[in-house]
């Protein structure tokens, strides 16, 4: 019987291991899809705006969609209200394009005190920055592609 | 049937930023490195022609999360080859993104000048 008693318990211990930080993973993944699904429902009410009422064309509508997410995303970094979003709901709050205005405006914020010039302008791009560097780059690599295939004849899925 | 693209933009977008929280919980990689990744990601997937159609499907669930600054770029840049031949390998990307990224530096500068950090409790 305890010899029984202890195993079970010994299992037990061993599963609840097993199981808790990947039931936390799973609750982390539930809060980020939902979060993250709801910014980008709030960004496909943005493009009805522009296409229905605006009137915008496609890059027209892209644009808009750009720019007053990333504007909302600045003002609520800066009213202090993304940060407990982040807390909340992790990657869902990082990955749309507000994480990407939230993620200048936070460190620039942050570094104020040295400076307009190296606290607030450079550290504006301590994340943006890498972003834009390995996005630019990789969007030249592949346009150096697509150039040279087109100059072949050979068909490219775009 | 806008109802629909509204679901789809939510789950879509959901199901993206879920690909972020698993990297995040399961790889310890930092935000900045997954906002690179997302970028990166998007870029290519784009160029392989395997983001347009989530975009067509998905709308704002798919041009929302940073895959979507991916997407714009390196449509931009083939968009601009078409246009102005190698010359657009340069212009195209940021072309495409410019309202994103003026509207990132001018309205994040304003906003790390306007407000100051919360104090962490």
Redesign the interface.
Known sequence: MDINKSIKIKNYNEYVKQKMPKS??FL??I??????????????????LAQEVLLLDD?GT??????V???LG??F????LY?VLGNFA???S????T???N????P???Y?REG?VLG??AK?F???G???V???S???L??????IL?ACGVA??? | MDFMDFVNAFWVGGLICVVGQLLLSLTNMTSARILVAFVTAGVILTALGLYQPLVEFAGAGATVPLTGFGYSLATGVIEAIGEKGFLGVFTGGITAGAAGITAAIVFGYLAAVIFNPKIKK
């Not at chain 1, 990082?94 to 394009?97: A, D």
Request: glycine residues 14%; positive net charge.
């Open positions: 936390k993973v982390d993944c809060k980020a899809f939902f979060v993250g699904g709801a910014i980008c429902t709030v960004g496909q009410g943005l493009r009805l890059k892209a644009a808009f969609v750009a720019m997410l990333v504007f600045a003002l970094t800066g009213l202090g940060d992790g990657a869902g990082i990955v749309p394009i994480g990407f205005a993620s200048i405006v936070s620039a914020m942050e104020k307009m607030v302008g504006l301590s994340i943006a890498p972003v834009l390995y996005g630019i990789a969007s030249v592949v346009g150096i592609v697509y150039f087109h490219t899925p775009l």
